[in-house]
């Protein structure tokens, strides 16, 4: 079945190919006879913020997005409540009317010009009140934030990180009480997440991409075809090392061992062996021609 230009699958209904055509003068509607059938496998959109449908792909931080609803809902009201909380409010009350006398804040009873009994008081910032004869007022004394702020805030953000594989020490960027293991499985958690993305997004889009354009360079005669017009390899960016000298001892350990390769390194660390094999060449090349030698046992450089 289509709807909308998308074609859906009767049995799994999940999303099988697309009508893509040229847009008309307004944008929102495609030209007449102008559409064609693209299988899904085929077919990588870019994000547009002004159409948002699922049938398009779900961002990873979809299910994140209703507890970021609640969190900031959450916080704009221990706001409000501390705002509130923080106006000081005085009660006065009077017991027995008849006495003549009024309490007072910051010094006795005074007579004003008339003669009359007054009040002198003062409170800022604040609100003074006063009650008829026989009230009392209870006050309400609520510390803000709670002690549940803290935690109510962390499990959120708990519950925020969880479908991105990003744990609470490196949503908050707050290490206090972690000790190097387990800040470092949570970070290489991070990274095995961040890696699958890599792998079954950016770099089949990528792919797409290159293939696309050396197709159309080819039929446009900018590139001459060729059987390996189409090889390519793509590789992400990566991270360095936690601990750069025993993981850098690891490696050279399996490469000791026949386990691992210099290509594979350097992919993971999201370069490219054969451009680092290129620079070094042309390092070694430029210090011959300024004749000079590296002393490895002095760390030093010496005139030839």
Known sequence: MVINGIAYSK????????????PDKSGFYIKPDSYKK???????????????SQSRGQP??????????????????????????????????????????????????????KGNLARREKIEPGIIEYGQSGEDVKGIGMSRPSTEFDPFVLRMLTFI???????????????????????????????????????????????????????????????????????????????PYVNPYQEAQADEQELRNGTTTRTRIAARKGEDFEDIIDERRREDDYIAAQKVILDPD?????AA
Request: hydrophobic share 40%; charged share 20%.
């Open 60 to 113: 990873a931080l979809t299910p994140s997005i209703k507890y970021i609803d609640y969190l900031c809902g959450y916080i704009d009201a221990e706001l409000v409540a501390a705002k509130i909380n923080a106006c000081f409010s005085v009660f006065i009350t009077k017991k027995d009317a008849s006495a003549g006398t009024f309490p007072n804040l910051g010094g006795t009873g005074v007579t004003d010009s």
């Open 38 to 52: 693209y299988l899904a496998e085929n077919v990588q959109f870019h994000f547009q913020p002004r159409r948002f």
């Open 298 to 302: 002095k760390k030093e450089i010496k």
């Open 161 to 239: 990180g969880r479908p991105l594989c990003m744990p609470l020490m490196l949503i908050t960027l707050d290490f206090s009480g972690a000790t190097f293991m387990n800040a470092r499985i949570a970070y290489q958690k991070v990274q095995s997440k961040w890696i699958k993305e890599q792998n079954f997004i950016l770099k089949p889009f990528v792919s797409r991409t290159w293939n696309w354009k050396i197709a159309q360079w080819i039929s446009e005669g900018k590139l001459t075809a060729k059987e390996d017009a189409f090889s390519h390899e793509v590789i992400c960016n990566r991270w």
């Open 11 to 22: 049995k799994t209904n999940k999303v099988i190919g697309y009508y893509i055509g040229q």
